[in-house]
């Protein structure tokens, strides 16, 4: 295994349009000449498909999968059937440092589309990305391939992520053995915590310079009333951004906000693990409410199953999608870093 390995090429889609490009991704495969590989492979997709009613748990599921199959054929060059205890533990020496031709500085999508129509793997792909943090991108530090270093959390992702296609494995029939679950003393692989944890709760001063900065950009630009009652939602009902961004499993619209019979406003969402849940809504958020509609010209408050998406685009009828909240989100705190730091503020603003 000294050897560097061949460069991977993607093996899955996106969930929508994963069937459409097996026929390329077998020929791939075959060429490899790993028994059972193409096997291997329809069973992981099927896997994958159990997994479209959430997004972000197929990309999560979609990545872990591709290096993990990558890494057993081309690294060690045989099958899922094959793979032991050892080389469970082999595998997580090489993702938390995998060969630079295995990396990219940069996320791109894995099959794009030829001028002819057909999809094809795009060549700048890798399955592993290499990271700066947000605060390493404020002083100018850009991502090297030589920092990467896996974390806690996505050890723990590892484990529960392939001990779920295993055990699915299993359940097909495919496999014997789960060898996630023959590997003794898992703790073993993540490492002590012994820097002080970022703290992932606003203090009542962070958030009162983020609805500050949110209130003087809607005072400023008419358009950014929605960004003021977008950071007012978070603030207020405590919220995911999944469970206020659009897609086609879950949209966010006005009329998730609904009356019970006492008068009472709650929000209805799809939370984690696709459970319908109640949110009470606060006298405060209500009047952000009101006056966010009135910026958009419609009626003080929703009726019920109103389906006009909770945050429209600009242009288009549809909502904004969690890309574009986190990028809503960043632009006001990045402003509202700036106002703390004028106060003097350095400990809340680099907080």
Same mark, same amino acid.
């Given at each position: 295994?000294?050897?560097?390995?061949?460069?991977?090429?993607?093996?899955?889609?996106?969930?929508?349009?994963?069937?459409?490009?097996?026929?390329?991704?077998?020929?791939?495969?075959?060429?490899l000449g790993i028994p059972d590989a193409k096997k291997e492979c329809e069973l992981?997709?099927?896997?994958?498909?159990?997994?479209?009613?959430?997004?972000?748990?197929?990309?999560?599921?979609?990545?872990?999968?591709?290096?993990?199959?990558?890494?057993?054929?081309?690294?060690?060059?045989?099958?899922?059937?094959?793979?032991?205890?050892?080389?469970?533990?082999?595998?997580?020496?090489?993702?938390?440092?995998?060969?630079?031709?295995?990396?990219?500085?940069?996320?791109?999508?894995?099959?794009?589309?030829?001028?002819?129509?057909?999809?094809?793997?795009?060549?700048?792909?890798?399955?592993?990305?290499?990271?700066?943090?947000?605060?390493?991108?404020?002083?100018?530090?850009?991502?090297?391939?030589?920092?990467?270093?896996?974390?806690?959390?996505?050890?723990?992702?590892?484990?529960?992520?392939?001990?779920?296609?295993?055990?699915?494995?299993?359940? $097909? +029939?495919?496999?014997?053995?789960? !060898?996630?679950?023959?590997?003794? @003393?898992?703790? =073993?692989?993540? &490492?002590?915590?012994?820097?002080?944890?970022?703290?992932?709760?606003?203090?009542?001063?962070?958030?009162?310079?983020?609805?500050?900065?949110?209130?003087?950009?809607?005072?400023?630009?008419?358009?950014?009333?929605?960004?003021?009652?977008?950071?007012?939602?978070?603030?207020?009902?405590?919220?995911?951004?999944?469970?206020?961004?659009?897609?086609?499993?879950?949209?966010?619209?006005?009329?998730?906000?609904?009356?019970?019979?006492?008068?009472?406003?709650?929000?209805?969402?799809?939370?984690?693990?696709?459970?319908?849940?109640?949110?009470?809504?606060?006298?405060?958020l209500l009047a952000a409410l009101k006056r966010?509609?009135?910026?958009?010209?419609?009626?003080?408050?929703?009726?019920? $199953? +109103?389906?006009?998406?909770?945050? !429209?685009?600009?242009?288009?009828? @549809?909502?904004? =999608?969690?890309? &574009?909240?986190?990028?809503?989100?960043?632009?006001?705190?990045?402003?509202?870093?700036?106002?703390?730091?004028?106060?003097?503020?350095?400990?809340?603003?680099?907080?």
């Amino acid at each position: 295994m000294s050897q560097i390995p061949p460069r991977p090429r993607p093996l899955f889609d996106t969930l929508e349009k994963i069937s459409e490009s097996q026929a390329l991704v077998f020929q791939y495969i075959e060429s490899l000449g790993i028994p059972d590989a193409k096997k291997e492979c329809e069973l992981c997709i099927e896997f994958l498909k159990s997994y479209a009613n959430s997004k972000d748990t197929f990309t999560a599921y979609r990545r872990e999968t591709d290096r993990l199959l990558h890494w057993t054929w081309l690294v060690c060059k045989k099958s899922l059937k094959q793979m032991t205890r050892n080389d469970v533990r082999d595998y997580l020496q090489f993702v938390n440092q995998p060969p630079k031709s295995w990396m990219t500085t940069k996320i791109v999508y894995r099959i794009i589309d030829e001028a002819d129509g057909l999809r094809k793997p795009n060549p700048e792909w890798r399955p592993f990305v290499a990271k700066a943090s947000k605060i390493a991108r404020r002083h100018g530090k850009e991502p090297n391939k030589s920092d990467y270093q896996l974390s806690n959390k996505s050890i723990q992702a590892i484990f529960a992520i392939l001990s779920s296609m295993f055990t699915f494995l299993q359940q $097909e +029939e495919y496999l014997d053995i789960n !060898p996630i679950s023959l590997v003794r @003393q898992k703790k =073993g692989y993540i &490492q002590r915590q012994q820097t002080r944890l970022v703290t992932r709760k606003l203090s009542k001063v962070q958030w009162m310079y983020v609805i500050t900065t949110a209130e003087e950009m809607a005072k400023a630009e008419p358009q950014h009333e929605r960004t003021l009652f977008l950071m007012s939602t978070f603030y207020l009902l405590g919220l995911r951004i999944s469970e206020l961004a659009y897609s086609p499993e879950r949209m966010a619209t006005m009329g998730s906000f609904s009356p019970d019979k006492r008068g009472l406003w709650w929000y209805t969402t799809l939370g984690k693990g696709n459970k319908i849940r109640d949110v009470a809504v606060p006298d405060e958020l209500l009047a952000a409410l009101k006056r966010y509609r009135e910026s958009l010209n419609l009626p003080p408050l929703p009726h019920r $199953e +109103e389906a006009t998406p909770l945050f !429209p685009k600009l242009k288009g009828k @549809q909502g904004l =999608g969690a890309r &574009q909240i986190r990028n809503i989100v960043q632009s006001v705190f990045d402003q509202a870093i700036l106002k703390l730091q004028s106060a003097g503020k350095i400990d809340e603003a680099e907080d």
